[in-house]
Structure formats: C-alpha cells, structure tokens
C-alpha cells in the first residue's frame, strides 16, 4: 500500500477542513494535495507516527531534490498545517513540526510591463469579432483592477456595477472586496456585452461575465494562453502571464503615487508586508527625484 492510501482518511479529512472550515481557494486545496501526495510517497511510516526528525530529514531531502525554497515553504507550510490539523483531532499529542524552519526566501522583485507594453497588449485583441471584444474586456479589466487570474474567469455578470465603476470579487478565503476599475475597462465591457457576449453564447445562458464559445466560463488556463498569445502579436516575447500584469497594475498605482494600503485592499492582500514588494517603486522614484533636481546628484 503506498502512502497516500495508507493515510488517505486522514488526509482527505484535513483537505475536507481547509476547504469548508477555512474556505481556502481550490488552487490551495489543490497545492497542499500535490505536497502530501509527494511527502506520503517518501513516507516509511503512517503519518500520525513521523518524528520531528524524521520530517526534518524530509525536509532536507526537498533541498536535495532542487526545489527552489519558495517551493519547500510552501511544503513545510503544507505540514505544519497538516499537522496541527492532527492535533486539534486528538489523534496526536504532540506537533513534530513544532521546530521546522523555514527556508530564507529572497525577495524578488516583481515582473511588470512598462505603460508602452501595456498598451499594446490591450490593443492587440482585434474589435471586429466575438472573441476578441471579450479578450480586450478582459484585459483592460485585469489591468485596471488587477484581479487574480481565477477572481476574473470566476466573476459573475451581478457583480459588475458598470453605473458605479466597481466589482464586488470574491478572493481568497471567501472574502469579499470591492475594486474600482475606469472609464476605459467600463467601454470595453460595454462593447463586449453588446456585440461579444451574445454572439459566444448563442441565446445560452450563463451568470459568468467572460464566456467561451460553448457558453463555458473562461478557465484560467485558456486565460493564460490567450495572454500569451496576445502578449506575442503585441512584440512582447518575455513570459508573460496574468500575474505579470497585475503587478503591472499596482506598481503603476505606486508610482503615481497611490499608498501601500490602499494597493493592498485592491490587490486582496491579507497582509500588508505582501503588498510592500511594491515599496521598490517608490525607492526608485526618490532615486530619480535626487539624480533631476538635487543640484549636486
């Protein structure tokens, strides 16, 4: 019996949790799977039985194998979670990730594309078919929202209030935000709802506001490639994803000069040290103040 069969009750049980006590993202579910399927696999013994040093050896094993350490945090954050899950149950007495650390994590800037980019790539859609009404709404609302791939391919026609300018999203953990977006999203949107959407649905019904056309929700993967491919006729070859360009978005906000929490409520960020990456921005912007106007830099 491999591992994962062995454990699978209890690991099922723990997902389970995460998911309807927690409302955790299915991408996170799906995340903390894939780590206890690898640890399972590796595992001599039942879970409830591995000693703090046996996970630790596991853990080292992560680094033998070449995983980046983001990768192996988000492993040791899987197992800490899986773990003191177990203890709440009662079915250990004692958390043996109790003294796991971390790895160090650099922090790395953010890729983002400049404002000339930018506005190629929301030009590259053609306007006079269905699909690529649709493809540009959703790009002028990704970049003027900066919403998560999935929170835009999951967003429902009753959440835009095209009147008011602003979303109602549903992000992470089942939290509710409200993002402004402008004029030029709210003309996109408009143009695809009257010539775009009707003619992908085919008097189909659907409650999402980006159809495909078999009347399907856009998926983040068919959003990804979209991008990418768009992001080609636009000259742009680099990697380039629907993260890229919500970075995009906030790093263009710092640098006209909009503050952090603000950014972080947009963004959905539960915490502000997450938003802070952005800080490079304004660094850079003083930087450029002193070179141009201090009369010795």
Known sequence: MNGFARDSARFESFLSFCR??????????ASYRIDLKRFSAESKVPAKEMSAEQLSAYVDSLYNAGLSARSIARHITTLRNFYQFLTREGEIDRDPTEFLSSPRQWSTLPKYLNQNEINRLLQAPPEDEPAGLRDRAMLELLYATGLRASELCQLELASVERDLGVLRVIGKGNKQRLVPFGQS????IDKYLANGRPALLKGRASRFLFVTARGKAMSRQGFWKLIRRHGRQ????????PHVVRHSFATHLVEGGADLRSVQVMLGHADISTTQ????????????TVDQHHPRA
Do not use: C, D, P, Q
């Not at 999203?185 to 996109?188: D, E, K, N, S, T």
């Not at 800080?279 to 912007?285: K, L, S």
């Open 20 to 29: 309807v006590e927690k409302g955790l993202a299915a991408n996170s579910i």
């Open 185 to 188: 999203a709210r003309r996109a």
């Open 234 to 241: 636009a000259g742009i070859f680099r990697k380039l994803t």
């Open 277 to 288: 990456v952005y800080t490079h921005v304004a660094r850079r912007r003083l930087r450029e």
